[in-house]
């Protein structure tokens, strides 16, 4: 069995994921590891390839490969620029990396919610100016607790996100595609009917966006959308920058119809120095980093590896992509 690994290009740090993956294996039994360091070796090891572990795929590339190959991880959780019309009609076992961003991407938004909510900027302005305007900033201070919460996109991060806030006293509604077992928990209001949307956007404080960006969701956030929100609620997208109509949400902020947003993603990445949100007051960015940690290249070989002793005792795979739903 060959199994590419294209997580590197450095050989020093390829030599330590290969590691990590060994000591995770509960056999080693026909398994041999190749090494691709980049585009170019790719193309020529893929058509001998069992198995590819790797970030993205080109069409090109994926056309190269022979009926041997079987299954592809992807060690990211979006993975729509890779999900060629080929691969789709395609019999090969498609997994991603859903779950290691769940931490980390919480962690954000809950800081981007203090970020709003504790006036944090002001308080940077006071750095910078030190004038003191102690009781015009403290008079729009807000407390999360009572505070609803709206999460598009109900998966392992809107999860770990909802078990966060709860600690915080936070109201938590979530809109998902389809029915889940409830956690009692944390006893989140779920939306699934046609109009759950509308009413999520009405409803929330504080909106979270971590749905993955599929057919069903780009655009889903237009102007038409973005016209329900509250005027006092903060928007944060950390999910794809294709989900929000980007210049609808432009001239919502600048008009103040929506309080201010936090964006980790964008239409365009990078991006464009001459945007209009890096001159906006009310908002937030930064550059698509949220899901990102030192350790995040080991946690996708250790994640790889446990699927990898599932599909060598002929179980069921973890994390499978959807074809048809394209996540």
Same mark, same amino acid.
């Given at each position: ?9 450095? %050989? ?12 995770? $294996? ?5 398994? +041999? ?5 980049? +585009? ?29 190959? =079987? ?33 980390? #991407? ?7 919610? $203090?970020?709003?909510?504790? @006036? ?6 006071? =750095?910078?100016?030190?004038?003191? /305007?102690?009781? +015009? ?9 009572? =505070?609803? $919460? ?8 809107? /999860? ?20 889940? =077992? ?5 006893? %989140? ?9 509308? @009413? ?23 102007? &038409? ?17 294709? #989900?929000?109509? +980007? ?35 009310? #908002? ?23 699927? $990898? ?11 499978? #992509?959807?074809? &048809?739903?394209?996540?």
């Amino acid at each position: 069995m060959r199994i590419g690994l294209q997580l590197t290009g450095n %050989p020093v740090k390829y030599e330590k994921l290969l590691a990590v993956i060994r000591e995770h $294996l509960a056999t080693h039994r026909e398994a +041999e590891f190749i090494r691709i360091p980049d +585009e170019s070796a790719l193309r020529r090891e893929i058509p001998t390839l069992d198995i590819l572990v790797c970030y993205r795929l080109s069409r090109e590339n994926f056309m190269l490969a022979s009926s041997k190959l =079987k299954w592809i991880h992807f060690g990211a959780a979006g993975i729509e620029h890779s999900l060629s019309p080929e691969l789709l009609r395609s019999c090969v076992l498609i997994t991603n990396a859903r779950g290691i961003h769940r931490g980390p #991407v919480s962690e954000y938004i809950i800081a981007a919610m $203090l970020y709003f909510a504790k @006036r944090f900027s002001d308080c940077e302005n006071f =750095k910078q100016n030190r004038e003191w /305007r102690q009781w +015009e900033i403290a008079g729009q201070m807000v407390r999360l607790a009572g =505070k609803t $919460l709206g999460i598009i996109g109900y998966g392992a991060i809107g /999860r770990e996100l909802a078990r966060k806030a709860r600690a915080f006293d936070m109201e938590i509604v979530a809109l998902r595609n389809r029915a889940v =077992k409830q956690n009692k928990t944390l006893n %989140p209001v779920i939306l699934t009917e046609t109009d759950g949307l509308s @009413r999520l956007l009405k409803i929330s404080d504080f909106i979270a966006v971590t749905c993955p960006l599929t057919p069903g969701t780009r655009g889903m956030l237009g102007r &038409k959308e973005l016209s329900l929100i509250k005027s006092s609620a903060v928007l944060i997208n950390i999910s794809r920058g294709a #989900v929000i109509d +980007e210049d609808a949400l432009v001239s919502a902020l600048q008009g103040k119809r929506i309080a201010g947003a936090a964006l980790d993603v964008f239409t365009r990445e990078p991006l464009p120095t001459d945007n209009p949100l890096f001159q906006l007051p009310n #908002v937030l960015l930064s550059p698509h980093i949220s899901g990102n940690f030192p350790e995040y290249q080991e946690d996708v070989a250790r994640q790889f590896a446990r699927n $990898l002793n599932r599909f060598q005792a002929g179980k069921r795979l973890q994390n499978i #992509v959807n074809k &048809k739903k394209q996540y």
